[in-house]
């Protein structure tokens, strides 16, 4: 099966929210969601904060039409006010790598509460 990475970039959240979003995402929540969490756990997991923006940036396996469909629809939107894809097909570890010297998502979060 072919993986498709999604570069995705969340507009700026609200702090409260991704503390929250972090927490579920510790406790095994959303991990257990089928068939999309163990992926998207994996993605949030290694998020970066891009300063430039202000917006999360993450790279997701994925197989719906539209992408993100279902994780949207049960997590991704009541954290992240708007998600844009930036490239579909991109390859996983590539997508990775182009986002790699942003810091980590969650030591920003960390670091503001």
């Excluded at 700026?12 to 929540?29: F, H, I, M, S, V």
């Excluded at 089928?34 to 917006?55: C, H, I, V």
């Excluded at 469909?69 to 579909?88: C, H, S």
Aim: some cysteine; overall charge negative.
């Amino acid at each position: 099966m072919v993986v498709y990475g999604k570069a995705v970039r969340p507009c700026p959240a609200r702090q409260p929210r991704l503390t929250e979003l972090r927490k579920r995402l510790d406790g095994g929540e959303i991990g257990a969601m089928e068939p999309f969490g163990r992926a998207m756990t994996r993605a949030l997991e290694q998020a970066r904060f891009d300063p430039e923006t202000g917006e999360a940036v993450w790279i997701e396996e994925d197989y719906c039409s539209p992408p993100l469909a279902m994780e949207r629809a049960e997590v991704l939107d009541d954290y992240f006010k708007e998600i844009t894809i930036v490239e579909k097909d991109v390859d996983e570890a590539d997508g990775w790598q182009q986002i790699d010297d942003l810091s980590r998502l969650w030591d920003q979060i960390l670091d503001e509460a």
